[in-house]
């Protein structure tokens, strides 16, 4: 039988209501009467068969709770008792005491499994409200959802996810009681505005889901938002809730795939800095953006991250000159991701300085380890704009350089354009210490930003990288090869190097060579390794 089959028939049977508790009266009479009847025809109460009375009780205190359990008890007790003869063939009538002391028994009986059914249907009901109520708001909870939606499927119209964003704000400012009293608050000022059908759940402490029975949604936005509108006073504080809300058409389909649908809404909602937005199929990649960097953060400190390192060569010699590392992430179940799928995203939070960190230590370590065994070379990390604001930052590296024991100039850290121009001011000063400490410093896909390189000049720094999209097509592209040679020629007389990606073929690499460019990094001379690889590249590249 199916789980919501067995589920209704044992609700019908404990919690029997409305016209079922009427099918339940005809069933107990019917079975009185059947048991009567077969007393009697086979010949009396001499004869066993006046237990199966039992059987109406137990239904009727089931049912009807104790007055029903004793009240079928007396009426079984008279019927099997005065009304029934000891033997129908003889006639012969039961003593008093006979039938007497039955009828006692039957009406304790019905007292007894009456009182128990209660008990029992009071526990079932406590333990109903514990798993479908949340315990510290008494709002109905997810475990309802399906059984909400098998019955009233056809009623909804939209589904609406609630966020209160500040929530934790809330809890550390006040406290965990004001947090609770105040999510309370909201609940039941959202349900009085809503047709009484809506059905509220709280799916997670700081997120409500809707149901609406209405197609007026502009109107019960409406509502909703302005009920918002005034602060919560909580034991007279008055309260900032910042809420987004997120809206999908329901389609019948999956309501718990729909509610991820209207949760996504929401958080664009939040990020796009709105009260409320409609559901549009991009968003679910947002969400799928946040699980993502969700598993990103336990990657940090599992075994997924990687770190790749590629050769820098100079086009003159062909010689390595240096390494830049590169992230690489094994997802355990969707393999690796691409760098530009994860860490634009990383950028966005805290994360990138623990994930900047994480390269810098092990590109040190390798450095240290390739020293060893005689291989003296130099390598670059990529530094995002939340690195540069992390207060310590240069303090750290320095830290790390020093436990490594190794040349502050043979770290070099690569910042875009983008990351320069951001904050300018406050990054040139930065930039001022880390070049007084020797660490080299570059700019990286050069050519991609708006700066103009006069301005960079003005920077602590002595390395270009000219993005790969320029180099790449530069052969196919007459235009493209003029601005690869006339950047070229700016940055040597600005007195920098320049250091060109993408190189992909031996033909680019002679062209380059031409326009005096002083070092190449691509898949002509190498693509990105881990550690192992590198060894083996060293061994064949660095030493003749
Ligand atoms: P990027 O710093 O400009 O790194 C160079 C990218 O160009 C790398 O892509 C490299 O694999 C690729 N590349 C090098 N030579 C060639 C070539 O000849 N042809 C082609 N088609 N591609 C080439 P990757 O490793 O996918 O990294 C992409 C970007 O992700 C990097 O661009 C950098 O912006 C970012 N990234 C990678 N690792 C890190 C990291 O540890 N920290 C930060 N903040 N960003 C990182
Ligand atoms: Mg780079
Ligand atoms: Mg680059």
């Not at 800095?273 to 799928?288: E, F, G, I, M």
């Not at 180099?471 to 070229?488: C, H, Q, R, Y």
Request: glycine fraction near 4%; charge should be neutral; proline fraction near 3%.
């Amino acid at each position: 039988m199916k789980v919501e089959c067995r589920e209704k028939l044992i609700n019908h049977i404990m919690f029997p209501k409305g016209i079922v508790k009427v099918y339940h009266l005809i069933f107990i009479i019917l079975a009185i009467v059947i048991i009567y009847l077969f007393v009697f025809f086979t010949g009396g109460t001499k004869y066993v068969y006046s237990h199966t009375m039992y059987i109406p009780i137990i239904l009727a205190s089931i049912s009807f709770g104790v007055t029903g359990g004793i009240t079928v008890g007396l009426i079984a007790g008279i019927l099997l008792g005065p009304l029934m003869p000891l033997d129908t063939i003889t006639g012969e009538h039961q003593a008093f005491m006979n039938w007497f002391y039955r009828l006692i028994i039957f009406i304790v009986i019905g007292l007894i499994s009456g009182l128990s059914f209660n008990a029992f249907r009071k526990s079932m009901q406590k333990i109903i409200k514990l798993v479908s109520f949340n315990q510290e708001t008494d709002i109905p909870n997810v475990s309802l959802l399906n059984r909400y939606f098998l019955a009233n499927k056809t009623d909804i119209k939209y589904l609406l996810t609630v966020v209160i964003n500040n929530n934790e704000n809330i809890i550390d400012l006040f406290s965990r009681k004001h947090y609770i009293i105040l999510l309370t608050n909201l609940y039941q000022r959202i349900k009085a505005v809503l047709p009484k059908e809506t059905q509220i759940f709280q799916a997670e402490s700081n997120k409500l889901w809707i149901c609406l029975a209405s197609i007026n949604i502009d109107y019960f936005i409406e509502k909703i938002t302005s009920s918002l509108n005034d602060n919560f006073l909580i034991d007279n504080i008055p309260i900032y809730v910042e809420i987004s809300i997120g809206i999908v058409k329901f389609e019948k389909h999956d309501l718990i795939e729909e509610f991820k649908n209207s949760d996504a809404a929401s958080t664009y909602a939040h990020k796009l800095n709105l009260q409320y937005l409609y559901y549009n199929p991009k968003y679910t990649v947002v969400s799928k953006n946040i699980e993502l960097l969700g598993q990103f953060r336990d990657a940090l400190y599992t075994e997924q991250l990687e770190v790749y390192y590629q050769p820098k060569v100079d086009l003159l010699t062909n010689k390595p000159i240096g390494l830049e590392a590169l992230l690489r992430w094994t997802h355990p179940e969707k393999g690796p991701i691409a760098p530009l799928d994860i860490i634009p995203l990383v950028e966005e939070t805290h994360l990138i300085n623990p994930l900047t960190d994480l390269v810098l230590k092990r590109s040190l370590q390798t450095l240290v380890k390739l020293q060893n065994v005689g291989i003296y070379t130099t390598v670059s990390v990529n530094v995002s704009a939340k690195n540069l604001h992390q207060p310590q930052f240069f303090e750290s590296i320095i830290d790390l350089i020093k436990k490594h024991d190794v040349n502050p100039s043979s770290l070099e850290l690569e910042l875009t354009e983008s990351v320069l121009m951001e904050n300018i001011n406050a990054n040139s000063l930065i930039l001022d210490e880390l070049k007084r400490s020797q660490i080299r410093l570059s700019i990286d896909d050069y050519g991609t930003g708006y700066s103009s390189l006069s301005y960079l000049n003005q920077l602590p720094i002595k390395i270009v990288k000219i993005d790969k999209y320029f180099i790449m097509n530069m052969l196919n592209d007459d235009g493209l090869k003029n601005i690869v040679k006339s950047t070229i020629d700016l940055i040597h007389k600005l007195g920098m190097k320049v250091v060109a990606e993408g190189v992909e073929s031996k033909l680019i690499a002679e062209s380059l060579v031409k326009m005096n460019c002083d070092m190449g990094q691509g898949y002509y001379f190498a693509k990105p390794m881990n550690k192992k690889a590198l060894f083996n590249w060293f061994l064949n590249n660095n030493l003749d």
